[in-house]
């Protein structure tokens, strides 16, 4: 059986859409191994970074692995000067934009600047981090249990 030019159109898309994002994590995962608290928090506390992250995080959305879901996940980051950031990602009709504040969300993630880009990197174990009480999660487990699929690393949160 032959497959049809646009189905290969769209394999060749997703083989491409999943090779940058295993090639863009890696590059996070060797600027953040091994870091200290200190250089993740300057360079990741910026507005300019974290815009260009949480973007990056609502290009990479899933709509297969969203089950449905429209609403608002947000992310409160406190920096190690006692900042906080807050970026919210909103899905509607199986697309995802984000954007800068909070927002009245069915999932809030909350934890410091330097674990969540340890997580987001897969360096650390983010389980581990919230068994700690390093990071913690509020609103819709369910739907928090699937945001690493979501948003492409195809793990739990």
């Not at 949480?54 to 297969?64: I, L, N, S, V």
């Amino acid at each position: 059986r032959r497959t049809p030019i646009r189905e290969l159109g769209e394999q060749a898309r997703d083989q491409a859409r999943a090779s940058a994002l295993r090639t863009t994590r890696a590059g996070l995962a060797r600027m953040v191994r091994g870091a200290p608290d200190e250089r993740l928090d300057r360079y990741f506390g910026r507005q300019s970074v974290q815009r260009m992250v949480f973007g990056a995080m609502a290009r990479q959305y899933d709509p297969e692995f969203g089950g449905g879901f429209d609403g608002r996940i947000t992310y409160q980051l406190r920096g190690l000067n006692g900042q906080v950031y807050r970026w919210t990602i909103q899905i509607r009709d199986g697309r995802a934009r984000a954007f800068p504040g909070g927002a009245d969300a069915a999932v809030t993630i909350h934890g410091t600047v330097p674990d969540f880009v340890r997580v987001l990197a897969g360096t650390v174990n983010q389980l581990a981090y919230m068994l700690d009480g390093r990071m913690s999660v509020e609103g819709d487990l369910k739907v928090a249990s699937r945001l690493g699929d979501m948003f492409g690393a195809r793990t739990s949160f």
